[in-house]
């Protein structure tokens, strides 16, 4: 239905939400360039969304785009300030794309993971309504995938950052 240029129309999204409730968004760029991508395309979702009539959204952000975690040790903050250097572009264009959400009607909620894993899922993480767990260093992509899906009917998230790690 995507795709990999960014080629989504909001009619097609439209076709796509005339089906369902809910929507789950993963967009992000394949390198370090971000071209804009998850703020423009999320802005076509949201739209679209708004048209048809769906109200919740759960999309896939990043730790550094939320607040630091409280007591946070020094290792780590300086660690999410090199990394975040290295891809200033792609923070970013996530934090447009949480203020994308912020104005708009759904009722969103963006999954905060740190550093990304290939590890398997456990279903066992910490998370923060709101903010980011203490030392926020890495997650499985599945585990990512596990707390979307467990965050679909969580009141408490809704538009809410939830910052999730091991």
């Known amino acids: 239905m995507f795709g990999a240029t960014g080629g989504v ?4 999204v439209g076709q796509a939400l005339a089906a369902g409730h809910e929507v789950l968004s993963g967009l992000g760029s394949r390198g370090r360039k971000a071209n804009g991508v998850a703020e423009r ?4 979702i949201v739209a679209a969304m708004e048209a048809e009539g769906t ?6 952000s990043a730790v550094p785009v939320g607040p630091q975690a409280p007591g946070d040790p020094l290792i780590d903050r300086l660690s999410r300030k090199a990394v975040g250097a290295v891809l200033a572009e792609l923070y970013a264009d996530l934090a447009r794309m949480e203020a994308v959400l912020a104005a708009g009607a759904t009722d969103w909620t963006a999954v905060r993971p740190p550093r990304l894993t290939d590890g ?3 279903g066992v993480y910490r998370k923060a309504v709101g903010g980011t ?3 926020s260093r890495t997650i499985s ?9 467990a965050l679909i009917d969580d009141p408490a998230a809704v538009k809410q950052g939830v910052g999730i790690a091991y």
Do not use: C, F, Y
Request: hydrophobic residues 40%; aromatic residues 0%; without cysteine.
């Open 9 to 12: 129309g909001q009619e097609i």
């Open 41 to 44: 395309l999320t802005r076509r």
């Open 55 to 60: 109200r919740r959204l759960v999309v896939v």
């Open 120 to 122: 398997p899922r456990t």
């Open 133 to 135: 767990p203490r030392s």
């Open 141 to 149: 992509r599945a585990d990512v995938a596990h707390a979307v899906l």
